[in-house]
């Protein structure tokens, strides 16, 4: 799946159904005077978040994670910034890779593991269907029908110069890599994979085919790290 654009203003709409195509542009009326645009903050701010956790919805699924336990990579921890067209959140990590003020789809935040693993130059983010449905506020089980029991979805990212890039798969390139039996896995509807082996072929299918899985030429979302408070200055004695 096409990860959709945060600066566009049609991405709001995906919220409904993360897997949902791209409703059609509808006709303008152009006897009608077009209503002046005022700036929406939370809106720009749910659309760039679409591409974070919604974007979890670029609906490839993994069977199993393909680590034993999960770990906090130790660059993670600090003060991040998420930008979008203007809009800024501050984000906080802890030693843990454990944040209280992810923005979710609302207007709240919520607490989230940003737990994973290294494989290579590439870190992973493990996040279970059921937290990335919290995450997103997507309605009913839109995220968790279907996939079997311990499947997750995998946030491909790096770390350069103090800033962090992710990536979610790219579902089309993944159905298509299924059905040439370059990939194993299936097809869950016709929009969602999955793919599908021990722990150790996960391992094998991300080192041998990310580049299949992961458009890395296009971002999913861009975290800049926090320059450091500068230290108040010191008082002067009164005399």
């Known amino acids: 799946m096409t990860l ?92 843990r890779c454990h944040t209280e003020d992810w923005p979710n789809m609302g207007e709240q ?48 990212y790096r770390i350069e110069d103090g800033r962090a890039r992710a990536w979610l798969p790219d579902s089309q390139r993944a159905l298509e890599a299924i059905a040439a039996g370059t990939l194993s896995g299936r097809k869950l509807d016709e929009k969602f994979a999955l793919i599908e082996g021990s722990a150790q072929d996960i391992r094998a299918a991300l080192s041998q085919h990310g580049a299949v899985l992961y458009d890395t030429q296009k971002e999913a979302i861009v975290l800049q790290r926090a320059a450091p408070a500068s230290a108040a200055p010191a008082s002067k004695d009164s005399r």
């Open 109 to 156: 935040t919520m607490a989230l593991d940003l737990t994973g693993f290294v494989l290579g130059r590439d870190r992973y983010i493990v996040v279970p269907p059921s937290v990335a449905q919290r995450a997103i506020g997507a309605p009913g089980d839109a995220l968790i029908k279907g996939t079997p029991a311990g499947s997750v979805f995998l946030i491909l």
């Open 4 to 95: 959709p654009d945060p600066r566009l203003p049609d991405a709001s709409p995906r919220l409904a159904d993360p897997c949902a195509p791209a409703s059609g542009t509808r006709p303008r009326n152009r006897s009608l005077p077009e209503p002046a645009r005022l700036p929406r903050p939370a809106h720009l701010l749910r659309a760039a978040l679409v591409v974070a956790l919604a974007a979890l919805s670029g609906c490839v699924a993994f069977e199993r994670a393909p680590v034993e336990e999960l770990a906090c990579d130790p660059e993670l921890p600090g003060t991040w910034k998420l930008k979008a067209d203007g809009v800024a959140k501050t984000i906080h990590i802890d030693a």
